[in-house]
Every structure is written in structure tokens, then in C-alpha cells.
Nanobody
Framework: VQLVESGGGLVQAGGSLRLSCAAS????????MGWFRQAPGKQRDMVAAITRGGTITYADSLKGRFTISRDNAKNTVYLQMNSLKPEDTAVYYCNADIASTSSRPSYLKVWGQGTQVTVSS
């Protein structure tokens, strides 16, 4: 089981990016999914999270600019980022609670490899 992120890159301040993260492998079920980010020299912080049923949590500082969504049929979570600022520059990681066909009914926390987002001023 793995998570693969895509959609990162270089964007000017005020621009937008959409990140995607797809789970693949011998998946039985995917529960909560979310996005974290880590800037150089800083800790990894939560950006947003979404349950399988669609309940969403955002970091307070990002409400209104970032939108998380998911497609349960595709085991994919998205992060739409608008009005990007230089301080949004970081490596963005997705994670998910996944029960594989071998681990079920236990859910394991799986992390993606990260995708770089750089916002220039």
C-alpha cells in the first residue's frame, strides 16, 4: 500500500495549485485522509484533514484559502490551494489511515513521499 502525491511546483504569490494524493495497492478500506506540510527547519504541521464521511478540519491559519476534498471511489484526496503566499512554501505530505487486505481490520497510518510547493514573491 502506498500514497503518491502530485501537483506540486513553483508558483508566484497569489497563484493557485491543486495537489492530489492517490492510495494504491491491496486496499481494503481508507478512513481519514489529510495533508501536512513541513517548511525547512520547522516541524511538520497539519494543513487539513477529511474523514471518509466528509467531515473536514483545517488549520485555523489556512481557512478560506485551502480546500480539501476526496473521491472515495478513487481513494484520492485533493488539496486546492488559492492565494498562495511565500510562507506556504514547504514540502506537502499526505497521509491516510488504510486497512490493507492483509492488515484488516486494523488501520495503519501511511505517508506519501511529499511534494515540493514553492511560492515566489
Amino acid at each position: 500500500v502506498q500514497l503518491v502525491e502530485s501537483g506540486g511546483g513553483l508558483v508566484q504569490a497569489g497563484g493557485s495549485l491543486r495537489l492530489s494524493c492517490a492510495a494504491s495497492g491491496n486496499i481494503f478500506s481508507v478512513n481519514g485522509m489529510g495533508w501536512f506540510r513541513q517548511a525547512p527547519g520547522k516541524q511538520r504541521d497539519m494543513v487539513a484533514a477529511i474523514t471518509r464521511g466528509g467531515t473536514i478540519t483545517y488549520a485555523d491559519s489556512l481557512k478560506g484559502r485551502f480546500t480539501i476534498s476526496r473521491d472515495n471511489a478513487k481513494n484520492t484526496v485533493y488539496l486546492q490551494m488559492n492565494s498562495l503566499k511565500p510562507e506556504d512554501t514547504a514540502v506537502y505530505y499526505c497521509n491516510a489511515d488504510i486497512a490493507s487486505t492483509s492488515s484488516r481490520p486494523s488501520y495503519l497510518k501511511v505517508w506519501g513521499q511529499g511534494t515540493q510547493v514553492t511560492v515566489s514573491s
